[in-house]
């Protein structure tokens, strides 16, 4: 009896395939555990970054509720053993506290009329040209001047004006401060805009302050949003200026904090929470606009 002769080349094929299943098995598991390595390894360095850049503010915080023991105790404390309010109760007692509500005053009324006075004048420059094509250059040229350049000729200004130590002083400072920053930020968002929408807004019978109120605005909200947050943050940090240009009455509480520290001791316990009352509307500030930062800052970018 005759049995069929085998085909070694389908034999061999057939060998193979068994063969290859078990290494593809093989590669594909090797190349979940990398996977799940690479994961691991990025989930734990963004883990320690966040750490790092968390931990002066959880410092910060905790120092300001210890008391003056457990401040300077060795091993540090990385708690307080009891929330204590005395620090704070002290910067009011003393009358500390008001510079913050002077910084709060002069950094958002500087804010709120920068942002007006810059909104229109990007208008004109994003829609008539104003200026020529090189305007907006130099505009934002001038917020690159150092501070300490021009702080003493202003000074002597201020002297001469009798605006030293005075909130419309610094207003009137910090706005023109700012002005270039918005106005070139604010003549990106509206470039974007078309002018289609306002054309129309034209012939249905709007004014041009309307169309800048009822189109404009509403289109670049985001940005307009995003803009207020960096300049309120820049006035608000502003140091140099608050400290040539103020004396009591018009403190801001950057100046204030320095009073703090001393050639032989420095009061730990006021620092902390000065500078815990003077980063909270920073936070409270980001943390309701958010959503329009988040959107600002991403408004004319290179959409693929």
Wanted: charged letters at 15%; hydrophobic letters at 50%; a positive charge.
């Amino acid at each position: 009896m005759s049995y069929p002769a085998r085909d070694p080349a389908r034999s061999t094929g057939t060998q193979g395939k068994a063969l290859s299943k078990p290494s593809e098995g093989r590669e594909m598991s090797s190349l979940r555990r990398r996977t799940a390595t690479r994961q691991a390894i990025r989930f734990a360095a963004a883990v320690a970054i966040t750490l790092i850049f968390v931990f002066p503010i959880y410092w910060l915080f905790m120092i300001s509720f210890k008391t003056p023991d457990e401040i300077y105790s060795f091993p540090p404390k990385w708690y307080p053993g009891q929330i204590h309010f005395e620090n704070y109760a002290v910067l009011f007692k003393d009358g500390d506290a008001i510079t913050v509500w002077n910084s709060l005053v002069v950094a958002g009324v500087s804010t709120f009329i920068a942002m007006f006075l810059g909104t229109i004048c990007a208008y004109s420059l994003a829609r008539f040209r104003t200026g020529g094509e090189y305007l907006a250059n130099w505009i934002i040229s001038q917020r690159m001047i150092p501070p300490i350049a021009v702080v003493f000729p202003i000074f002597l200004l201020f002297v001469w004006l009798h605006l030293v130590d005075t909130y419309i002083g610094v207003i009137i400072l910090y706005t023109a401060f700012n002005l270039p920053y918005v106005i070139w930020m604010m003549r990106g968002y509206i470039l974007d805009i078309p002018k289609a929408l306002e054309e129309s807004a034209l012939v249905d019978g709007c004014s041009r302050w309307q169309v800048i109120w009822k189109v404009v605005f509403p289109m670049c909200r985001a940005g307009l949003f995003a803009t207020a947050i960096f300049t309120f943050v820049f006035a608000w940090n502003d140091f140099l200026f608050a400290l040539v240009l103020t004396r009591t009455e018009a403190t801001t509480y950057t100046v204030q904090i320095t009073h703090y520290f001393g050639g032989q001791s420095n009061f730990w316990a006021k620092i902390s929470a000065m500078s815990v009352l003077g980063t909270l509307p920073i936070f409270i500030a980001v943390a309701f606009m958010q959503r329009y930062l988040v959107r600002g800052m991403s408004l004319g970018a290179v959409k693929g």
